[in-house]
C-alpha cells in the first residue's frame, strides 16, 4: 500500500521538481501516493486572503486558522492514521532518525507556512487529533517551509521500501552509524598528478575496511565533533581508539 502525502502550500508551483527522478519514478510506479493542494483553495472572500497582522503587534504577517482548519478538515478525515509536519525554523531538528520514523507513516500531511508563521492554533487543535511535528532544517531562516518539505520529502521517499535499488546504500550511509562517510575514487588510478590510495586497489578487504573505517572517524572528527562525542562508546572498537 502506497504511502499518502497530502502538501499544502500558497505555491504549489514550487513542487514541479517532484515530478523527477526517483521521486517521480515512485510517484508512477505507486509507491508514493502525493497530493498537491493551494491553500487558497479554501479561501472564500474574493482576495483570497491567508494572512492577516499579528495579535499582539510586530512585524509582519500571520496565517489565518481558517483556511488551514478547512484544509486538514478535508485531507484528514475523523479517525485518519495521518501525521501532520509544519516547517518552522523553531521546530525540532529534522533528522535521519525523523526521516526514519516519517518513513513508517501511512499518510503524512505537509502545512507549508509562510510570512512569520501559522496561528498557533492550527497546530494546538490538529493535535487534538493526530500527531504534529514541528521541524527545522538546521540553524538558518527560509522564506517558507516550500522549499524545506522538498529536502524532507527527498530524505523520507528514499526509506520507502522499493523506493531505493540498493538496500545496501542505504546501510552504509552518512549517518547510518553516526559517523560521516568516507572518500570515494572512481577510475583512472592517476588523475591530474592525485592517485587513488593505494589501500583501494590492493584487494585486502580487511584493510580496506579497516581504512575506511579511519577515514569516517577522521572526518566527523574534524567536521563534526559533536557527531563523535555523541557516539555511544559501545560503538567504538578497540582499533578505533588507536587514532
Ligand atoms: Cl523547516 N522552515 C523555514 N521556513 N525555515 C527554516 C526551516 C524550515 N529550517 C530551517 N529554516
Known amino acids: 500500500t502506497a504511502m499518502r502525502v497530502d502538501v499544502v502550500s500558497i505555491f504549489p508551483e514550487y513542487f514541479a521538481p517532484l515530478e523527477l527522478s526517483l521521486i517521480g519514478k515512485a510517484r508512477t510506479t505507486g509507491v508514493l501516493d502525493l497530493h498537491l ?26 496565517m489565518r486558522p481558517e483556511p488551514w482548519g478547512q484544509a486538514l478538515d478535508e485531507l484528514v478525515p475523523e479517525g485518519a492514521a495521518a501525521r501532520l509536519v509544519v516547517p518552522s525554523p523553531a521546530g525540532a531538528p529534522f533528522t535521519q532518525a525523523t526521516a526514519y520514523e516519517l518513513a513508517a507513516a501511512q499518510h503524512l500531511v505537509f502545512a507549508c507556512g509562510r510570512y512569520e508563521g501559522i496561528d498557533q492554533r492550527v497546530l494546538d487543535h490538529a493535535a487534538e487529533r493526530m500527531p504534529v511535528s514541528e521541524v527545522s532544517l538546521g540553524d538558518y531562516v527560509l522564506f517558507g517551509g516550500e522549499v524545506a518539505v522538498l529536502v524532507m520529502l527527498e530524505a523520507i521517499t528514499r526509506l520507502i521500501p522499493g523506493v531505493l535499488g540498493n538496500a545496501d546504500s542505504l546501510a552504509d550511509e552518512s549517518h547510518a552509524h553516526g559517523l560521516l562517510e568516507t572518500p570515494v575514487y572512481t577510475k583512472p588510478q592517476s588523475w591530474r598528478g592525485h592517485d587513488v590510495p593505494d589501500i583501494l586497489r590492493s584487494g585486502d578487504h580487511g584493510k580496506i575496511a579497516r581504512w575506511r573505517r579511519d577515514q569516517a572517524l577522521l572526518r566527523t572528527a574534524t567536521r563534526r565533533p559533536d557527531l563523535l562525542a555523541a557516539l555511544d562508546p559501545a560503538a567504538l572498537d578497540k582499533r578505533d581508539l588507536a587514532l
Open 37 to 62: 493542494h493551494d491553500l487558497r483553495g479554501w479561501t472564500h472572500d474574493v482576495h483570497r486572503t491567508v494572512d492577516d497582522t499579528p495579535y499582539g503587534g510586530g512585524p509582519g504577517m500571520v
